[in-house]
């Protein structure tokens, strides 16, 4: 399939998958405009520099990163990991043992986190305009962009 030029959020596929269940969470999912950001929490590098100016790079061996998903204050997906958080928290056996995938199937980006643990729950909001939910999760960071394998609906059910 050949990568496209143009570019929409409704190709976004997304899933977390751990104890208590597996939830859709990309572009169907009611996601605010904000969308869903992933970013690595770490360099991956330290440069040292020698007294003689050579210098030296360290490759560290972690990939912890974050993903951020913004859902609509109306998005049912809200209460399912409302429900998957509590249901993880109870229990340090649940807690950490989620794999949330991303993919972009017009780009053939495949974005992983593993060992994923919810970051805490959403600051909850109610004024004049309806708010969104941030989930916060934290774990391994794995990105491929572009060349992966793209359609993450075969795996995942959704």
Do not use: C
Request: charged share 15%.
């Amino acid at each position: 399939m050949p990568v496209s030029n143009t570019y929409s959020f409704l190709s976004v596929q997304g899933t977390i998958v751990g104890p208590g269940g597996a939830i859709n969470i990309g572009s169907t999912a009611g996601v605010a405009s904000e969308g869903i950001t992933v970013e690595p929490s770490e360099d991956k590098n330290t440069m040292t520099m020698g007294a003689d100016g050579a210098v030296m790079h360290s490759l560290h061996a972690a990939s912890p990163g974050r993903a951020v998903v913004r859902l609509l204050k109306t998005s049912p997906v809200n209460a399912m990991l409302s429900l998957m958080y509590n249901f993880q928290k109870s229990s340090a056996a649940n807690w950490g043992g989620n794999t949330i995938a991303f993919s972009d199937v017009d780009r053939g980006d495949v974005i992983t986190l593993t060992s994923a643990a919810f970051r805490k729950q959403p600051t909850v909001v109610y004024n004049v305009e309806g708010p969104m939910n941030e989930w916060e999760f934290e774990g391994v960071l794995n990105i491929q962009l572009g060349g992966g394998t793209p359609n993450l609906s075969s795996m995942t059910g959704f």
